[in-house]
């Protein structure tokens, strides 16, 4: 047994085992600055601002040169002009900068032109669809965490090209979570970043469609781009509204006042189901609009809407209209709290109109609503004159305006009649 072991084993010899090819490019040193030798050798026979010779040169390049493997150094080049070290500073080898990038366009930055750039990154990406990813996830992230290494006219070339690329659909609003770093917010940098970029982009879109935009890159809190010290809606309402972006002040209200209506109507919800006293309801809707102040008109409407909510529908047909004025008469305490104004008192009454509207099962006891509420003070007899007249909401108007028809002509002569007494 033991000289069987001693015995070698057979062995090729002389034979070149080929390892293979996706191991071979696994294996192979990462040299970026041979790529980047390389591709200008390319983009270096091209003539300034030829963005179609530019085009058909990096197409070219991608059949010889490994696009996939040098994705983040290629798009450093065509970006921001060179390679970047970690830390955000320029690669330091002698190399000049690349024949083509962002930072070669003209000073002041022009939209126009930065326009033909972006069309020859979007030339690219459809071509090799697989730059689309480490574009969107590493390049342009990475980029925007080390813009305040950059000059003052460099930094708006990327963040306008930014803006067109997001305006195209080119890429997501998730690159922006890198401005939210904590080395770029403390002093003003991710904002004023951001400022260009939301105006670049509202020049071809609307606010609605940057809602979206960021809604879909999970950007969920603009303040989150603030300095801690600075991150309250007073603040940056202001600060978009200096830098003439009033849309986008208005549009950040807008969803700050939502946020604040659901949690209000939630809360009224949990409230009403502990119990039905006025007062604890009156309570908990005060100390929400502690943390989160609200227009009296939006918080009327979140009042009643959540008082609706909190009702019990399951009723037989017959019995809906007097469950509804049981109801009305019940939660009128707490709309009287908030009710403070002849505006606030006409907004329920179109809050009322519309909700009647939309729920066909009260649609015909508007009138009995509207007169629960005058006689329980939450609405004065000028306000439903005024809504009569020409305050009222376009859904249903004409139904509504003939069915309270009855309720407005006996309160015009009740007012006129006291009009008469104090004259004599």
Request: proline letters at 5%; a negative charge.
């Amino acid at each position: 047994m033991s000289q069987q072991s001693a015995i070698p084993k057979p062995s090729l010899q002389g034979v070149r085992i080929k390892a293979r090819k996706g191991q071979v490019k696994a294996q192979a040193k990462h040299e970026p600055a041979i790529f980047r030798d390389q591709l200008y050798k390319h983009l270096e026979t091209v003539p300034e601002n030829d963005f179609e010779g530019f085009t058909t040169k990096l197409v070219q390049a991608g059949g010889t040169l490994e696009y996939l493997k040098y994705a983040d150094t290629l798009f450093e080049i065509l970006l921001v002009g060179g390679l970047i070290q970690p830390g955000g500073s320029y690669l330091d080898d002698g190399a000049p900068m690349s024949p083509f990038s962002i930072f070669n366009a003209r000073n002041p930055p022009d939209l126009a032109e930065l326009k033909k750039y972006v069309d020859v990154f979007n030339k690219l990406n459809r071509r090799f669809k697989y730059l689309q990813k480490p574009f969107e996830e590493q390049s342009l992230p990475t980029l925007l965490q080390y813009i305040g290494r950059w000059s003052t006219e460099q930094r708006d070339k990327l963040a306008m090209t930014i803006g067109l690329l997001l305006s195209q659909g080119l890429v997501t609003a998730a690159c922006l979570q890198s401005l939210t770093k904590d080395h770029l917010v403390k002093n003003d940098q991710s904002i004023e970043i951001l400022a260009l970029i939301f105006r670049t982009y509202l020049t071809d879109q609307s606010i609605d469609h940057l809602a979206a935009l960021l809604k879909r890159g999970n950007i969920k809190d603009l303040l989150l781009f603030f300095p801690p010290n600075k991150r309250d809606p007073k603040a940056l309402d202001a600060f978009f509204r200096e830098k003439n972006l009033p849309t986008v002040a208005d549009w950040y209200t807008k969803k700050q006042y939502a946020i604040a209506k659901d949690a209000i109507m939630n809360e009224l919800k949990e409230v009403v189901e502990r119990s039905d006293d006025s007062e604890a309801i009156i309570s908990a809707i005060q100390s929400k609009l502690e943390e989160q102040q609200l227009p009296e008109t939006e918080l009327i409407q979140s009042i009643w809407q959540g008082l609706m909510a909190s009702v019990d529908w399951s009723a037989r047909p017959d019995q809906i209209e007097g469950l509804a004025l049981r109801e009305v008469g019940k939660f009128a305490p707490v709309l009287v709290a908030f009710c403070k104004g002849p505006k606030t008192e006409v907004a329920l009454i179109n809050i009322v109109q519309v909700y009647c509207y939309d729920d066909t099962r009260v649609m015909k006891t508007f009138p009995q609503i509207l007169k629960v509420l005058y006689n329980k003070d939450c609405v004065s007899d000028q306000a439903i004159i005024y809504w009569y007249q020409k305050g009222s909401k376009p859904q249903g108007r004409q139904h509504f305006l003939k069915a309270t028809e009855g309720l407005v002509k006996f309160l015009q002569e009740q007012e006129e009649s006291e009009e008469e007494e104090d004259e004599e």
